[in-house]
């Protein structure tokens, strides 16, 4: 039975094709990439990201839920580990600073 229910599901996964899953969900993964970033190349990149991981993954699709929202997932994932990224970069400790790199009072004196 389970076997069964395997074979199925490879079958069904070999089915999607991932042009056509471009076709049919990039719209919905572009716009919920840029509702999340709220910057269209990164929104871009992040269509690109989602799409090399669904055709690496598509083999351990199980079904549980329709296909879309499986992407969809992936990208709100993609998504929410890009902005987490994306904070660290921006953000650096102050002990990272040597002392010789901050501006002492005399240099504006100059």
């Known amino acids: 039975m389970q076997k069964e229910l395997r074979n199925n599901l490879s079958e069904n996964t070999a089915a999607y094709d991932i042009e056509n899953l471009i076709r049919q969900y990039g719209n919905d993964v572009l716009r919920t990439a840029y509702m999340y970033v709220k910057d269209s190349h990164t929104a871009e990149d992040i269509f690109q990201e989602v799409f090399i991981k669904v055709n690496q993954k598509l083999s351990t699709f199980e079904g549980n839920s329709s296909i879309k929202t499986w992407i969809i997932r992936i990208t709100i994932n993609t998504c929410k580990d890009y902005l987490k990224s994306a904070w660290n970069r921006r ?15 005399t240099d504006f004196d100059s």
């Open 91 to 105: 953000v650096i400790p102050m002990m990272e600073y040597q002392e010789d790199q901050i501006i002492s009072d």
